[in-house]
Structures are given as C-alpha cells and as structure tokens.
C-alpha cells in the first residue's frame, strides 16, 4: 500500500504519555521554579523551535518530490513532536498550582517541597525533595509529591516514624530532617 494513503496518528491521544498522570480530582502542584522552567520550555518551542522547522519544512516542500525529502518528512514529523509537547505544557500549565516551599522554611513538618533525610530500621539512610509530577529529576533525589513515599512522610515531623508500603512489606522509617528552601531575598 502506499505510503502516502496512510492515516496518520492525530497525536491528541498520546499527549499526556511523557508525564505521569495527575491523580482524579487533584491539583497540578508545582515550585515557582519547576512552573518557570516548563513555561521557559514552552516559549522556546512556541518562538524558536517551531519557526526554525517551519521554515526547514517549507523550503524542503519547494524542493519538488516530498515522498522521499528527509528533510521534509523529518521535519513534518519533528513539527507533530512539537506541537503535542505545546500542547501538554500549555495545559499542564493552565491547571498548575504553584506551591512555594520556602514559606515551610524553619519548620520541621513534612510539606510538598521538601527536602527529607530518612533513615529504615537497617540504619541506610536516604535523602529526597518532594517536587511537583512535571519537574521531577529522580537523578536528583527529587520524588513526586504523589509517590508512595512522599504520601507516607507527608504531615509527618523530625522525629516521626513512617510506614511505607512496599512491594516486599511495611517498611518503617524514622524522618531525621526536614528542610525548606529559604526565601528569596528582594534587593
């Protein structure tokens, strides 16, 4: 069959598979700056990326053949990539609820943006910041607020003991320090 005969995914179905799902009924937490960065990343992809393809696309379209351009069927499908990654930021963004840590600063209760050194009953301890689903860098030590672990330290303090649920048992951990970041001084 021809190629050229074949539907193309729309791309409205898959928007959402780069990041988790946020769960029913619940806010899109985020710190001011995870919110700055993918707003940072929209922008780009709205006023540089986009219009630098664009352009690659419709001089390879004045080329003549389109059936076997690779700049031009690279470029259609880089613009399809694009446009669904404006798309989810763009509403990912409208429903984010920006949550600003350093408020918490000083205190020892764990909230959405902080930062916990725990400790299991085998004496390894482990140290997370719990951060919005769309700014997550697990690399970093950085959890969902919505991760099984974040849910069971979550309103707990120093001092506490947790229990996680986990695919081996209940595990108990004992939070050793909470931290915030501290507020941004305006000069």
Request: cysteine-free; hydrophobic content about 35%.
């Amino acid at each position: 069959m021809n190629k050229a005969f074949t539907k193309e995914p729309d791309g409205d179905d898959d928007d959402d598979l780069s990041l988790p799902p946020l769960p029913a009924g619940g806010k899109n937490y985020i710190t001011p700056q995870g919110y700055q960065r993918l707003r940072t990343e929209l922008l780009n992809l709205i006023d540089i990326e986009r219009p630098k393809i664009v352009e690659i696309v419709h001089w390879a379209a004045s080329n003549g053949d389109r059936s076997e351009n690779g700049d031009y069927i690279y470029g259609k499908k880089r613009l399809r990539e694009i446009d669904r990654r404006i798309r989810f930021l763009t509403k990912r963004l409208d429903i984010a609820e920006v949550a600003d840590p350093s408020l918490h600063h000083g205190h020892d209760q764990v909230f959405f943006g902080a930062t916990v050194t725990y400790e299991n009953l085998a004496g390894v301890s482990r140290t997370i910041t719990i951060k919005g689903i769309d700014e997550v860098d697990s690399l970093q030590g950085e959890v969902s607020w919505v991760s099984p672990i974040a849910r069971a330290l979550i309103k707990a303090r120093e001092g506490d003991e947790v229990q996680l649920m986990t695919p081996g048992g209940i595990e108990r951990l004992e939070i050793i320090k909470v931290r915030y970041p501290a507020p941004e001084t305006s000069h």
